[in-house]
């Protein structure tokens, strides 16, 4: 009896396929491979990448906060300064106009960090653009029991003192026509930090100042105020200074 030819241990393929050993690499696999072949070209790609590794790092730290999984003090501190290195690369020209904007910037790599996009819209810690919404486990519960607000700690008079000047800073620099953002967001946001100081209670005129901040924010920095959002913007600072003060009787 004749034995049954042995099958082949693969597919059979109507083409006929002789492998070959000699194979070589077109490149040296042992070379490092260059992303950049001048130094600007590998500034550019080292500010584009710690602008990504801010974005993630930054959405972890809005989920730690929420979760309450670090002090306030801390995640101000921490958000501060990556809000602060953002900025920072971003005003390089080159760096700017590579990076186009958030969202594109954004599609480009993949990414979607939806609280970090807010964080950098806002451009404030959360505990600065609404310290009355800071971790309201914080809170007193028999005073949430009770249907009454938590009682504040009372301001020092040098707190109160530097908000008021930095409200007539401000509106000061207004009417000098100091209307550009470079100017004016600075000076914003130290008024909001300074108000946020002496209380934590929202006040009529307090949303004005956030939302200002954050139409200021998404201004190129020589960009300025046309004459009808400066007239704008000086109203809603005299009602926010008023709606202040009101705070404090």
């Not at 009896?1 to 000699?22: D, G, V």
């Not at 707190?159 to 100017?183: P, R, V, W």
């Amino acid at each position: 009896m004749l034995a049954s030819p042995r099958q082949p241990s693969y597919a059979p393929t109507p083409y006929s396929f002789t492998p070959t050993l000699s194979l070589s690499a077109t490149i040296n696999l042992d070379q490092e491979v260059k992303l950049s072949e001048t130094a600007g070209e590998r500034d550019l790609y080292d500010s584009l990448a710690e602008i990504y590794s801010i974005i993630i790092t930054l959405d972890g730290l809005e989920k730690a906060y929420i979760k309450d999984s670090i002090p306030e003090a801390e995640y101000t501190e921490i958000c501060s300064r990556l809000l602060k290195q953002y900025k920072s690369n971003l005003n390089d020209e080159t760096v700017a106009r590579e990076f186009v904007d958030l969202e594109t910037f954004k599609r480009e790599w993949g990414i979607e960090c939806p609280r970090a996009t807010e964080r950098l819209r806002v451009n404030l810690p959360a505990t600065i653009a609404d310290p009355s919404n800071s971790h309201p486990s914080t809170s007193t519960p028999q005073a949430s029991f009770a249907g009454t607000a938590p009682s504040q700690p009372s301001a020092s008079g040098s707190q109160i003192l530097l908000a008021t000047e930095n409200f007539i800073t401000f509106l000061d620099a207004l009417k000098l026509n100091m209307l550009s953002k470079d100017a004016l967001h600075p000076l914003l946001a130290e008024l909001i930090q300074s108000v946020n100081a002496v209380t934590d209670r929202d006040f009529e005129g307090r949303a004005k100042i956030i939302s200002w901040l954050i139409r200021l924010n998404g201004m190129r920095a020589q960009e300025e105020l046309g004459e009808g959002e400066a007239r704008e913007l000086s109203f809603d600072m005299e009602g926010a200074y008023q709606g202040f003060k009101r705070t404090l009787n």
